[in-house]
């Protein structure tokens, strides 16, 4: 069984799970993804997603 931390979106939870193997920080992951959880499974999802991901690389960068 594979981990999910979106369990109404396979390819979000795969790019997650594919994030901790490329060495990701779990604890960081976990802190901007969290606001995507109640989404996962909406229209505006890609949206979303897109918007949380530059969240996370200006957290990385900053």
């Known amino acids: ?7 109404t979106n396979y ?3 795969m790019a997650t799970v594919m994030a901790v193997n490329a060495g ?3 604890s960081e992951i976990d802190e901007v ?4 959880r ?4 909406t ?6 997603y897109v918007e949380e991901g530059t969240v ?3 957290y990385e960068h900053g």
């Open 1 to 7: 069984m594979m981990f999910e931390y979106f369990p």
């Open 11 to 13: 390819p979000w939870s």
């Open 24 to 26: 990701g920080v779990i």
């Open 38 to 41: 109640d989404i996962a499974g």
């Open 43 to 48: 229209n505006d999802e890609k949206d979303n």
């Open 33 to 36: 993804l969290s606001n995507l």
């Open 56 to 58: 996370l690389a200006d």
